[in-house]
């Protein structure tokens, strides 16, 4: 375990990373390649330092969700291409000719604001076509309902916006049930009429993409790109949901604190704010330096939710407060100042996912994992080469 002069902090396993890419890259045909998704500063892990990595190993190829992120990439020398999956205002238009970005041309209207800012500017805008072809976020609509594929073949014609790609995203791919097994089904036809349409007018959609993680872990397919995310940091949205391969996943985060103070309280003391908590026995206590200002969820308090303490699960009393926790640790020895807690991760023999967490608070591993505070350190681990 990584120990740390911080009361809190994040161990980021690189090699774990690599390790997940190599699986991810197993799960897909030879001639797709992977667009890693790192976005929400690469789900919490440190989008540059994940991004660098992954770029000297051989990934060309980022999504991020805004400009800003795209810029905090370019920043730390990233060359590779960087799709923008979201919007863009037009006031930071400039950056995505000056930093040669990807843009989602996310609606025909969107896409001629794009082309008159060029135009004006006299310089290209490159971008992927997002169709919509279900998931009812963003996109251009192409649904059974909906067909506006005039909208998406007009874009191919304006002539300052160098239109690269076509992509499209699942909605319900990690669900096995038939309904939605046939809903995913249906989106993917959905797509590829869109590319046969285009194909068919004389136009070459150029790169296409529709595969999410769950895409990559339950479905064989053969596009140009898969656009892994949590894939590649070692987690699904939930290990409790079923996939139809079988990959060796790591993860590659853990999560610590210190303890900072040990006292033993009577029967009968009450425990933080509230007094939610009320002792049923003589408890030794153990005072943590972390609450949730740095990402642990309040909703966890009083819910049987543990750490690790000398690799036993103790569990976390009173409500969880901004900046400090206690945890029962009257079943173990020893317990001082300065000792460490695992929140996620694993001590001796013990481990705690942050799967457990998310299902706690009746979230997924996405959003957890994007809760950990950036005043949360994060640490990356030596790779064995190095």
């Known amino acids: 375990m990584l120990q740390s002069n911080t009361r809190a902090w994040v161990r980021i396993d690189r090699n774990a990373i690599l390790h997940n890419m190599k699986e991810i890259r197993a799960l897909i045909s030879d001639s797709t390649k992977i667009m890693a998704v790192v976005k929400a500063n690469a789900y919490g892990h440190g989008d540059t330092v994940i991004a660098k990595l992954l770029e000297n190993h051989g990934i060309d190829t980022f999504a991020v969700s805004s400009v800003d992120e795209a810029l905090n990439l370019r920043r730390v020398g990233v060359t590779g291409d960087i799709l ?64 506006h594929y005039e909208e998406i073949k007009k874009i191919y014609d304006l002539s300052f916006l160098k239109c690269e790609g076509l992509f499209s ?96 309280v009577e029967k009968g003391s009450s425990i933080s704010y509230g007094r939610h908590y009320i002792c049923d026995r003589q408890t030794k206590i153990a005072t943590c330096s972390i609450g949730y200002a740095d990402g642990v969820p309040r909703e966890a308090s009083n819910k049987n939710m543990c750490v690790l303490v000398h690799g036993k699960r103790c569990p976390i009393i009173g409500n969880i407060c901004m900046d400090q926790m206690m945890v029962d640790v009257s079943e173990v020895e020893d317990v001082k100042e300065g000792d460490v807690i695992t929140l996620v991760g694993s001590q001796q023999n013990e481990q705690i996912k942050i799967d457990e967490w998310s299902r706690c608070v009746h979230t997924i591993n996405n959003d957890m994992l994007c809760r950990i505070t950036s005043r949360v350190p994060r640490f990356y681990t030596r790779l064995k080469n190095e």
């Not at 790169?207 to 769950?214: T, V």
């Open 84 to 147: 923008i999956l979201g919007y863009t205002p037009s006031v930071h238009f400039h950056y995505l000719a000056e930093e040669d970005l990807i843009q989602n041309f996310l609606s025909y209207d969107y896409a001629v604001k794009l082309n008159e800012f060029a135009a004006h500017h006299q310089v290209q805008i490159r971008g992927h076509i997002k169709v919509d072809t279900g998931m009812g976020r963003l996109g251009i609509r192409y649904t059974d309902e909906e067909d």
């Open 169 to 264: 995203h699942f909605s319900v791919a990690d669900e096995q049930d038939e309904q939605n097994l046939k809903y995913t089904a249906h989106q993917n036809e959905l797509f590829q009429d869109v590319i046969k349409r285009l194909k068919k007018d004389g136009i070459d959609p150029g790169k296409c993409h529709i595969q999410n993680s769950y895409g990559i872990l339950n479905y064989k397919m053969n596009y140009d790109y898969v656009r892994p995310g949590l894939l590649i940091l070692g987690v699904t949205s939930d290990d409790q949901i079923p996939i139809h391969s079988h990959p060796d996943f790591i993860p590659a985060l853990s999560w610590h604190a210190n303890i900072s103070y040990v006292k033993t």
